[in-house]
């Protein structure tokens, strides 16, 4: 083959892994190291580009030898070491998956030529993050944050990062510290992942110490509900209606904060003064019928309402009131208490309340009309916690009821991998130098990779490319989440 | 002190990463730097340049001499040094340097290369690397190039000394440099040098880069070549036969190595590396007891003079460790001789093991071979016995007969080539030795039934093994029997309970079992070519432990069909054959039937049971394991019987009767009782967990009350429920284990096959609704 047909299949190769297409990747760019010798000037650059074709495809026992194949020829390139660590991380040696990362930190000059200066730590900092909070070594990755973060990370990894370290046992405090020092985050940023790691006191003291309550009342209003405050809510609303038009949302946290008083306390006289075709006060209306009046009230159509209805009740639902919320879904659905924990358990997923979701949705499961899609829920949401055991077994009953389903399979094996990964390093952690286990590891590794490859292919085809990035959407170690980092490593590089 | 200028002379390719740390290594302390670059394409040059080297370009010839005498052209200093890029001069060897080179009288130095390996061993190898600047003093050979042959042509050795100095070579560390790369390129340049150039030292080289290729008996035909060349005033000699000596060991080649060892220590007497290399020979063999007096020797030895090569650690076990080791399998030789006597053919695969088993305790090891074309006879040879080899004449006692006739010992202890001693029996048998209690003895004998080797499965048998010389002879062709030398009076052996030998049956492959069932066959039909029962009865034998069960019961039908009922074996085989091919009510009146005969042997009664359960027939299976109970283990002396019939296997099989009658509590303690018996724990255990489903107690709570929780009956259990596919369960009583850490290489194997198991079962599960999905390939 001559310098021109390799050449060719090179461009071939970039092409198609530009498309995402790594099965055609892998085709030309073995052809293209096939006919490389290994101390070619472009050897080096291959070693990379095919490792990380083979780890995107989920072949990591065949990415890991080429790995070291390339470091046996090129002992000191570190985005071998890179990838190595990634493929140790998934492995769940996190020990060795360390010591790369760190390698890759410690070698400062790329022996790729067109990537050198380009290609930043950061990916590996929030590897070491990531490890570090998994040891329970907090201290150490508060000291890899600020490594992190004066790399000049990109937005998302930060704020997986962010929401990682405050669902940890971390010093908050320091955590927030460092993040509004630093000017890394914006300020908008920073409330809205502590709301969402459920931190609504130190919440409230971030948006009192960046004096910006006014700019922040929405999610002031929500911790003050979260923590039970009805009485400040309804205040800072009065404070705050000559001030500003009241919000869609507000009218809903007055009305909720008013409803979950003891007794409860209607909120009509506001609900009134406010435009009565916005759907969200016709929803509370609505709500208000059937609290005072225990009306079956009245039909309603408009789509958007419905929607509101259901978000409301699983607002009450997550701030405790757990009767109103089911009242509101059983009159407003007209179903049984068991559909309603079902529906309301839907909606919680939807919003991302994995725990709720999963609560009310194993209440909800019923035998005679079991819905595949809630199993699948379920899984998502044990998942997102976890308990890799249940969700697999949610997975596997997802897959009993709707054969036709491509995607609940390979959740399975995907789930099963995590899951067995896990045990064997948990249980065997005096052996993971052991051969043995570590090509157990590798199998295992490589059928989880391998499982979510499928998936993420049979997800872009029937849903046109929206399909689930990442089951288990937070920086879990023994879940793959690094997609982002791993698509701005390979850009650069093509 | 007059000042001396330094040479550092160097020859460089794509050494970029490595000259400057060589160079700067000096520290200043070479005069003059000079490099010759045979085509770089990186940037040795223009590192080099910067270090203030002059640095000379040529082409690549292949010839390493060409290019470090072309250095050696430009060199200007009193001394040259020379080292390879990958090499690094020790900091703290600089003052010894700088004296060597303004010391009068030597014309050159040895220095200290220390090589380190991938895994982390060192080598320190002597190099002549220091030397006058003369004209004369040129390097010879294109690979592996030399100056000491153009020294010694001018001066005598005493001008040669040895220097402290140290040298850190990165070469052989194949994490740090491109290994087979090298190898190709001195393998070509070996390969080019003309045949009249060849010498001791070039096999030498050649055996160095097949061992580095592990092309081990490559290695070995060029490192007998250069052993047969070299001089041993060469400096390479001692390595030589360390390597050699040691390519020896790891191809089984003991006596071999034995004889080099003899051999070289006479020659290297100061060399102590061979001491211990002898040491570990004996070792190796199972001669334990010379082994700890050898390696002892050693450590009272002084440390190797420094023209030896010294590696930092080439065994995986201190010399210590070997003494502690071997120490607790010696035996004090403190009775009768003993003489082994083996026989065989193509018993390659068990024959080292059979024989080292015996080692330590024989005085003699007789093997005599029938034709092998296998490496039996080699095997035998190397590990120290005499090896005759006979014709086969279709005759098993003409060979063991022949084999006592070249025993020497006052005693004979006879094994089959697939058969071993444990290490507990042979003080057993010094023990009966020397008792002299009788002059034979009867030995269990332990043969697995299966390949998995499982505790359960194992038959007992007894057989005259052991016993005094000159004594007894054999008769028969087959199955052959042991009577009065000169007469045909029958003796009574002793029994002994705790002299057992094992047979390897299944460690060979189940061809090689064919094959030897086919060899017993042949010669049955050779004896006996009409129809008698005893043919029948031993090819219905042989047939039944080749696994061929068919023809065992057809067989065995036609030995009984001749109306003989007297072999006790007979019933065993037969009914046992009849239960595997599914024709429980013929086993279960054959079984009866030998039990009138010999109503004290359990294992019919056990059998008669199985067959009952098996057919259906539980009341009378449940009668038959009681039965069984009551009557405790059969004889083994007596009778060919498989251990636990009377005890645990009955429990175990009594269990599952209860089960099938809805007698649960009565299944649990059934199975409790045999879970505290080790040879029935583990399928007791599993058992438990299985029944778990219909008790009430929860498992953990049973196995904790009972005394049986540990780490294995928890996977054990967890292992039962991942295959009943309850997996939830199988999780829960992983993290009973929580806090328990166990180091034990046997709860690795436990847990891999307890996480294999779940994926095979949720696969399984998986299959039943999409078996066509493309993920199932992957799993």
Known sequence: MDSKEIISNYKLAQYFYKREDYEQTRRYLKIVVDHTHPRDEHALQLYWEYSLCLYKLGECAEALSKVEEGLSQYPDCRELFYIKGQIYYEMGLLRQSKDFFVKFVAVKTSFLKCMEGMVTNYEAYSYLIAISVSNGKYEEALHYLRLFISEKPDISTLNKLCLLLLRSGIDKQTLIEILVSSNVISEIALVQLLLMSKEYGICLDVIKNLRRENNFYAEWIQCQLHLGRYNEVQNMIYGIIPLISMGRDIAIYYCVSRWLETPRQSSRDVLVKLDGNLAEVQACLWIEELIFNNNSPIELSDINIQDIIKKIALTIYILGDICLAFDIIQNYCLCSRKEAYAELGREAFDSGFFNEAKTLLERGLSQKDEKPEDYYKLGIACGGFGTYEQALEYFLRAAALLPENQVYPCLVFETLAIQEIRILVEKLDSFTENLTLKNELLRLCTLKRKSKRLRQIIEQEETDGKGLADIYNHFDVWSCVNDINEEAIWNINV | ?779
């Open chain 2, 1 to 779: 002190m007059e000042h001396k200028c330094l040479s550092l002379c160097m020859i460089a390719k794509n050494e970029a990463e490595n000259i400057g740390r060589c160079i700067s290594s000096l520290r200043g302390l070479a005069d003059e730097i000079i490099v010759v670059d045979t085509g770089s394409m990186d940037r040795t040059s223009e590192i080099a340049l910067s270090q203030g080297a002059k640095v000379i370009h040529m082409k690549w010839e292949d010839d390493f001499s060409k290019a470090r005498n072309l250095s050696l052209e430009q060199a200007k200093g009193d001394w040259v040094l020379y080292l390879d890029c990958d090499e690094e001069l020790y900091a703290e060897s600089l003052p010894e340097l700088e004296k060597l080179i303004t010391t009068e009288g030597p014309e050159a130095y040895f220095i200290q290369i220390v090589n380190t390996t991938a895994e982390g061993m060192e080598l320190t190898v002597p190099g002549l690397r220091l030397f006058r600047n003369r004209k004369e003093y040129r390097f010879t050979g294109c690979i592996h190039e030399q100056i000491l042959p153009s020294i010694l042509q001018h001066y005598d050795h005493s001008r040669v000394l040895q220097s402290n100095v140290m040298v850190h070579h990165f070469g052989y560390n194949q994490k740090l440099t491109n290994i087979s790369a090298k190898i190709q390129r001195n393998m070509r340049i070996l390969e080019n040098i003309p045949e009249e150039q060849r010498d001791g030292f070039y096999y030498y080289n050649l055996g160095t880069e097949y061992l580095r290729l592990c092309k081990r008996e490559e290695a070995l035909v060029h490192f007998t070549k250069s052993a047969a060349l070299t001089n041993p005033g060469q400096g390479y000699g001692p390595i030589m036969i360390k390597r050699m000596v040691t390519l020896l060991f790891e191809l089984g080649k003991y006596r071999q190595a034995q004889q080099y060892l003899e051999h070289y220590r006479g020659i290297y007497n100061d060399y102590t590396d061979l001491v211990l290399l002898a040491g570990i020979c004996h070792f190796m063999c199972g001669r334990y007891s010379e082994a700890g007096n050898i390696i002892k020797e050693y450590l009272g030895l002084p440390p190797s003079p420094q023209w030896y090569p010294i590696e930092s650690a080439f065994l995986t076990q201190t010399p210590e460790e070997l003494i502690e080791s071997a120490a607790q399998h010696a035996i004090i030789r403190d009775y009768p001789a003993l003489s082994i006597c083996i026989i065989g053919k193509n018993e390659a695969a068990t024959l080292a093991t059979c024989i080292k088993s015996v080692n330590e305790i024989a005085s003699q090891i007789v093997y005599i071979d029938t034709g092998s074309t296998d490496k039996s006879r080699e095997i035998a040879f190397e590990l120290g016995a005499e090896v005759y080899t006979i014709p086969w004449e279709h005759d098993f006692s003409i060979v063991r007969n022949y084999a006592l006739d070249q025993a020497q010992g006052e005693w004979i202890l006879v094994l089959d080539a697939d058969e071993v001693l444990p290490e507990t029996s042979a003080m057993a048998v010094i023990r009966a030795i020397k008792s002299e209690s009788s002059p034979a003895y009867l030995v269990k004998i332990h043969t697995p039934l299966d390949q998995n080797q499982s505790a359960q499965n194992w038959q007992l048998s007894g057989s005259v093994r052991l016993y005094r010389n000159k004594m007894l002879r054999y008769q028969g062709v087959l199955a052959e029997e042991l009577l009065f030398k000169g007469s045909d009076a029958i003796f009574e052996p002793e029994l002994t309970y705790d002299l057992e030998i094992v047979h390897l049956h299944f460690q060979s492959s189940l061809e090689h079992v064919s094959e030897k069932r086919k060899i017993w066959e042949d010669t049955i039909l050779r004896k006996w070519s009409e129809d008698t029962p005893v043919k029948y009865f031993l090819l219905g034998k042989e047939a039944f432990y080749a696994q061929e069960t068919p023809k065992a019961a057809e067989y065995f039908s036609r030995y009984f069909e001749a109306g003989f009922s007297n072999d006790s074996a007979a019933f065993y085989y037969y009914t046992l054959s009849l239960i595997n091919i599914g024709q429980y009510e013929q086993a279960i009146k054959i079984a009866e039937e030998g039990q009138k005969t010999f109503p004290d042997y359990t294992d019919l009664f056990y059998l008669t049971g199985i067959a009952y359960g098996l057919n259906g027939q539980v009341k009378e299976a449940e009668g038959m394991m009681l039965e069984c109970l009551k009557m405790g283990e059969a004889a083994w002396g007596r009778y060919l019987c498989s251990p636990g019939t009377g005890h645990y296997k009955a429990l175990l099989s009594l269990g599952p009767i209860y089960v099938r009658q809805g007698r649960l509590h009565e299944a649990v303690n059934v199975f409790l009782q045999a879970a505290k018996i080790p040879q029935s724990s583990e399928q007791a255990v599993a058992h438990l967990a299985a029944l778990q489903g219909g008790m009430t107690i929860p498992i953990d709570i049973l196995l904790k009350n009972q005394g049986l929780f540990n780490w294995r009956n928890t996977i054990i259990v967890a292992q039962t429920f991942a295959k009943m596919g309850n997996r939830m369960k199988s999780w829960e009583c992983l993290r009973l284990l929580d806090d328990q850490t166990v180091d034990q290489p046997e709860f690795l194997d436990r847990m891999i096959g307890l996480v294999e198991t779940l994926v095979f079962n949720v696969k399984g599960q998986l299959v039943q609704h999409t078996p066509d999905h493309p993920i199932l390939k992957y799993v």
